[in-house]
């Protein structure tokens, strides 16, 4: 069974970082694009960054210029580096991936909740 485990969340003040990993399982044949999606209190779950399968990458406008996203294909893992964090940052952490395994579909992982607060 495919899986997404998401890791790295937590408490951090504004203007701190914070590293985002997830990590894909099961029997996988194929990795297509990853990214990550985030859902704030009371808000509409956006697009944080996505990275495709051939590298180009794609961020939301409130996170450009301080999320980073990269990706480590033979691991099957995709990372956000945040920098700058701010208050409005707060949200549920999604990860997600367009896998193959029976066949191509996508996947989400559980969140990881990530607070900016001083």
């Known amino acids: 069974q495919v899986q997404l485990v998401e890791s790295g969340g937590g408490l951090v003040q504004p203007g701190g970082s914070l590293r985002l990993s997830c990590a894909a399982s099961g029997s996988i044949f194929n990795t297509g694009d990853m990214g990550w999606y985030r859902q704030g209190p009371g808000k509409q779950r956006e697009l944080v960054a996505i990275?495709?399968?051939?590298?180009?990458?794609n961020y939301g406008d409130s996170v450009k210029g301080r999320f980073t996203i990269s990706r480590d294909a033979a691991k099957k893992m995709v990372y956000l580096q945040m920098n700058s964090l701010k208050p409005e940052d707060t949200a549920v952490y999604y990860c997600?991936?367009?896998?193959?395994?029976?066949?191509?579909?996508?996947?989400w992982g559980q969140g990881t909740q990530v607070t900016v607060s001083s």
């Open positions: 990275i495709r399968g051939g590298g180009a990458t």
């Open positions: 997600y991936a367009r896998l193959l395994s029976r066949r191509w579909a996508d996947y």
